[in-house]
């Protein structure tokens, strides 16, 4: 079954400690995997996909296929990181399948 | 552009009664999905659409229809709410291509009582 596992509803981290957001993935094909993140009062919005191997706000997400996992990593957490953190994967059938959410507070 | 805008923000409605959440995207894109936000659950897909005339069900689509008439909307249909339905929903487009990220509104909070 095809299925996005975040296994953290909440993570708090002082600012400047690093943060890692995890995510694990369950699919038989080659999976496409996004990072989505829905700050306060605001609309869910893309942070970073992993065919684009970029960093954006200081994050970087690594596909390990072998562990099945797309893991969002920050070295220095930062006030404004505080939010709503989605892990999605798109399923090749135009379905994009949700993790439950991990919510991360950056604590001064 | 306005990207995807939803309608209404907020709604409560009684049990029984029927009501339309209506999507619309002015950005040309052929897939258009709706999601249900609910605490510990995460988002889960209702029904989604890849172009106007297609659609098709999602992950949790009992009580809930959909049409796409036009590219542009995608409206939502709940026949005869119930108090399960209460929940957040979002509207998201994205051109029909996969490997484009999905464009999401701001939401329409509704509630069932």
């Known amino acids: 079954a095809q299925r996005v596992t975040q296994p953290e509803k909440l993570l708090s981290v002082f600012k400047g400690a690093p943060v890692e957001l995890k995510c694990n993935y369950s699919y038989s094909g080659s999976p496409e995997l996004f990072w989505y993140v829905q700050y306060s009062r605001q609309r869910l919005q893309l942070l970073l996909r992993?065919?684009s191997r970029e960093s954006i706000k200081g994050f970087t997400a690594d596909l390990n296929k072998g562990e099945t996992s797309f893991h969002l990593k920050k070295p220095f957490a930062q006030e404004e990181d505080s939010a709503m953190y989605y892990c999605a994967l798109h399923s090749g059938t135009y379905k994009y399948i949700f993790g439950t959410g991990t919510r991360l507070k950056v604590l001064a | 552009n306005a990207g995807v805008t939803q309608t209404p923000k907020f709604q409560v409605l009684k049990t029984g009664q029927s009501m339309t959440l209506q999507c619309a995207q002015d950005m040309n894109h052929e897939y258009m999905s709706w999601y249900r936000q609910d605490p510990g659950m995460g988002l889960r897909l209702i029904h989604y659409s890849v172009g106007a005339g297609i659609t098709d069900q999602g992950e949790v689509p009992n009580g809930y229809n959909v049409s796409r008439s036009t590219t542009e909307d995608f409206p939502l249909r709940l026949l005869s709410a119930a108090p399960s339905q209460t929940s957040v929903y979002f509207c998201?487009?994205?051109?029909?291509?996969?490997?484009?990220?999905?464009?999401f509104g701001d939401g329409t909070r509704l509630s069932i009582l």
């Open positions: 998201a487009s994205s051109p029909r291509t996969g490997l484009q990220p999905q464009h």
């Open positions: 992993h065919i």
